[in-house]
């Protein structure tokens, strides 16, 4: 069985860490494809320093270049992108099988409604998805066939609950 390739947004905060850890304990199971943060350059580069993904996405161009500088400089073949459109593109990329959503706030919305759109395992750790569309984005998951399943702590209390 081929390890499932897994896009991690928020790689640098706590879950993204976390999820990362998993993906360490498990390498037969996980490879990560793409590793996205919002500034913290030097967390991402070791990430990207152990992990070796095909993709890492940052905020805004002057830290790509410069994250993509020292990925050179390493001889790390990882391709650095930024803005909205790179965390999009790497949410619903083809080759991707699962998403971890761990992007703080309104940031996450965008490329977690096309991971949805794209039929792919999504591990929701962003409240904020569900609170500013959760009709729109419930819809999508289902219309697209994707798989959700909440990883926050609330998300997931609610989910054992239910029936």
Do not use: W
């Amino acid at each position: 069985m081929k390890p499932e390739k897994v896009t991690v947004l928020g790689a640098t905060g706590s879950i993204g860490v976390n999820t990362l850890d998993v993906i360490r304990r498990h390498p037969d199971r996980y490879r990560v494809f793409a590793l996205c943060a919002h500034t913290q350059i030097d967390k991402l580069f070791e990430q990207i320093r152990e992990f070796a993904p095909e993709f890492a996405v940052v905020r805004d161009a002057a830290l790509a270049a410069e994250l993509g500088l020292r990925c050179r400089d390493a001889g790390l073949s990882t391709a650095v992108r930024h803005c909205m459109e790179a965390l999009v593109d790497m949410a619903a990329h083809p080759d991707v099988d699962t998403v971890m959503a761990a992007i703080v706030g309104a940031a996450g919305l965008e490329p977690t409604l096309a991971a949805a759109r794209a039929g792919k395992k999504i591990l929701l750790a962003n409240k904020e998805v569900l609170g500013m569309a959760g009709e729109l984005f419930m819809h999508t998951v289902r219309e697209h066939g994707a798989v959700l399943l909440p990883v926050d702590s609330e998300h997931n209390a609610i989910f054992q609950s239910l029936p």
